[in-house]
């Protein structure tokens, strides 16, 4: 059994960057096709492409590299290119340059057809074998299944149709977005549907959240710095605050949003990988399984809720109008698509426990919200308070706990916060807040937050990518929750004007337990 005081061992900080970050090594990833469904939605013109295009800037894309935009849409080759055009330009995060991109323009292929249409797969197989003859990509291609939920199965049962996913002379991998399922029995089913179809080494399920410095920092920043690794257990960190604060409303996904919800949204896939990167052990090496066999146990350490627990440590809310940032917001019941008695959560808190040796007795408070009052996603440890003995007889009559503060987004970077004595003649104590923000470190570099995720999907490194047993095991907590929600009677919304903190219900769950929130400021 791994021993929760122990520091880990093995790799100096240097060692363990080059091992989780192989991006950062400047190596063009191999030969490969990206195979893109659902190329003219929103996901593939604003993050897709764009991040395609930040990977060519950095010279991290091989010469023998393509992409085939498959959709509906009556396009040729240079129609598709052309529709690019405008569209890297308004939604590039780096400057577009005219030979970077004419060198990623002349590598885009169209195939026009509809998942349904009788020979559309042939025609994608005769598209790539077009492809490859021309760019030399030796038969690898990635598919990205960038479209609604309800066709993951069916376009991967159609691809193994056409034999397309028959890795005979190059490798074939799918990336599957989220959400993948919409409870724990969808979830097995569509797990059990692709693992019929394709083997799991050759199944992305993604989560763009992990693609982000900061998320995949937790590991190196755990286990290459001794002075931390020893005192992240139950002996020294009183509770974990993780808070996924948006200042948006649900704009222009109301048809989606209003069947999923901010649990279903962003709790077993988000939050629970948050969780898991903060709570694991430390693994034996940094190669994809090893370090999910230990964000898998985490996973399964969460305890279920029974239906007593649910109604007591977990809160829902639904934003109504109010302003935020200085501008208007209509309430979720009036957004475009969305129905005007919806009862779908837009927030979402809860108390979780972890019940395994390291975690026991520490619990996880999670909130996520839209129309919040900021926008700004942090994992907050916060450590227990010193004996107070050696205080008594001075003016002092409170010690404010240590709080190590991770921030995801928007502005990435680590806060460490601790005592110090206020000069004078009087022993005072002041806060102070130790800062370290990448920007400011290593300066910034233009991302979507899905570069890193396509290279390591290109590369064959699934470390960052969720496996069948990480999404079951985050839908069994979720499911007893769902189930008690659904069984109550509507409740009263909005309960949360937007543009603040969340409902009072929230507040009252940590003051159950002596503790707060840290504050959101807009």
């Not at 694991?280 to 239906?307: C, G, H, W």
């Not at 005007?340 to 996520?368: C, H, Q």
């Not at 995720?453 to 990518?465: H, K, S, W």
């Amino acid at each position: 059994m791994n021993d929760p005081t122990r520091a880990a061992g093995g790799k100096d900080a240097k060692t363990a960057a080059r091992a989780i970050e192989p991006i950062t090594s400047g190596k063009p990833v191999g030969p490969c096709t990206v195979v893109i469904f659902g190329a003219g939605g929103d996901l593939t013109k604003r993050k897709l492409i764009p991040a395609i295009y930040n990977l060519q800037r950095e010279n991290l894309l091989s010469n023998e590299f393509a992409v085939v935009g498959f959709a509906r849409a009556p396009m040729a080759d240079d129609g598709y290119r052309e529709k690019l055009d405008a569209e890297i330009k308004k939604f590039a995060t780096s400057e577009v340059t005219g030979e970077q991109w004419k060198w990623l323009r002349e590598r885009i292929y169209y195939c026009q057809a509809d998942f349904n249409e009788p020979g559309a797969f042939e025609k994608l197989g005769e598209t790539l074998k077009k492809v490859d003859a021309e760019r030399g990509t030796r038969g690898n291609v990635l598919f990205y299944l960038a479209t609604a939920p309800e066709f993951f199965g069916d376009v991967v049962r159609k691809l193994q149709a056409a034999k397309l996913t028959q890795q005979t002379g190059g490798f074939r991998r799918v990336i599957v977005e989220k959400p993948f399922g919409r409870d724990l029995d969808s979830a097995r089913a569509l797990n059990k549907e692709l693992l019929g179809l394709l083997e799991e080494n050759q199944i992305y399920r993604i989560d763009h959240y992990l693609g982000k410095e900061t998320v995949q920092n937790i590991m190196v920043f755990r286990f290459a710095n001794g002075i931390f690794e020893p005192i992240w257990n139950r002996r020294y960190v009183d509770h974990v605050q993780i808070t996924v604060a948006e200042t948006v409303g649900v704009e222009t996904r109301g048809d989606y949003y209003d069947k999923s919800g901010a649990l279903r949204d962003m709790v077993p896939n988000h939050i629970f990988q948050l969780i898991s990167l903060v709570g694991m052990e430390p693994p034996i090496s940094f190669d994809a399984d090893s370090v999910r066999d230990e964000q898998a146990k985490v996973l399964r350490a969460l305890q279920p809720m029974t239906p007593e627990e649910v109604l007591q440590r977990t809160v829902r809310g639904q934003y109504g109008e109010g302003m935020v940032c200085n501008k208007k917001v209509a309430s979720y019941r009036r957004e475009p698509k969305v129905a005007p008695d919806s009862r779908t959560e837009t927030y979402v808190a809860m108390k979780l426990n972890i019940d395994n040796w390291r975690w026991t007795g520490v619990p996880f408070y999670l909130r996520v919200g839209k129309a919040m009052a900021k926008r700004f996603t942090e994992i907050a440890i916060t450590f227990k308070r010193p004996p107070f003995t050696l205080f008594r007889d001075t003016p002092i009559d409170r010690l404010t706990p240590n709080q190590l503060v991770i921030n995801v987004q928007p502005d990435e970077g680590i806060s460490l916060g601790f005592g110090a004595k206020v000069p004078g003649a009087t022993v005072r104590l002041g806060g102070v807040q130790m800062d370290f923000r990448y920007a400011d470190q290593f300066g910034s570099t233009p991302s979507t937050g899905y570069e890193r995720l396509l290279y390591d999907a290109m590369a064959g490194d699934a470390t960052l990518f969720q496996r069948a047993d990480m999404v079951e095991a985050g839908w069994k907590v979720v499911a007893p929750v769902l189930d008690v929600w659904n069984s109550l009677p509507p409740r009263t919304f909005p309960n949360y004007a937007a543009g603040s903190a969340g409902p009072r219900e929230a507040d009252e769950l940590l003051a159950k337990d002596q503790r707060a929130w840290r504050a959101i400021d807009g």
